[in-house]
């Protein structure tokens, strides 16, 4: 059944529409301060995951317990320089693993297929910069994964969580008012960038950053620690200010039925 008054939807790339657990940018963070002698947790790494790389790097290098290691490391801060020598070589190892985390997230590709096929406009937003969207998008799509149009954080004047990749988009693919869109992503700045865009936002708790695990490995956890990070993951982004939280965009289709009956009430976002 074609939706009425929904008119489009922009789905982050990495643990939300492919790699599962958001892995091929945290293994690269992780090793661009390993590099420098720095040894970061999975968990530090993780933290500000949806931002711009270069913004990210910045960010885990001034967390008090990294900023102290480094201290102890280099006898002194890190500074601008060290972290454009890290971004540049987070820009090479990221796009050498790139196309080893092409796959798309189990039901996305069914998913996405329902969704055009009743009419949503489908774009891809992302905290990857245009290289590496390039190193990953062809091997998506052979994988059976293509939004219509796809943005990087570097094709704006400020990445998430500002609202221009979603804008851009909508502009882009002929939105007609921001009500009638939707973002959905793992991250609480997926979330943000798309309250700023006044567009209704949908959290994937399941899939992404905030549990940070394969399929296979999440599935093969005691039911009560899979449910422990479900729950700590969906409350990060309830927190964010997520309009609705569900554990995959591929059962994510209730929410967005939903959404359109609340627009023919006349509800916005
Ligand atoms: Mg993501």
Known sequence: MAYTDLEGLVLDWAGTAVDHGSLAPVGVFVEVFRREGVDVTLEEARGPMGVHKRDHIAIVSKLPRVRQVWIDAHGSPPGEADIDRMYAGAIEAQIACLPDYATPIPGVIDAVAAFRRDGLKIGGTTGYIRVMLDALAPHAAANGYAPDVAFTADEVPAARPAPYL????F?????????????????PVDIEAGLNAGFWT?????TGNGVGMTAEALAALPEAEREALLARSRAALTAAGAHYVVDSVAT???VLRTLDARLRRGERP
């Open 166 to 169: 979603c804008w851009k988009v």
């Open 252 to 254: 994510m289709e209730p």
């Open 171 to 187: 502009e882009t693919l002929g939105g007609t008012a921001a009500k009638r869109w939707v973002k959905a992503g793992d991250t």
């Open 202 to 206: 949908i959290g994937i708790a399941g």
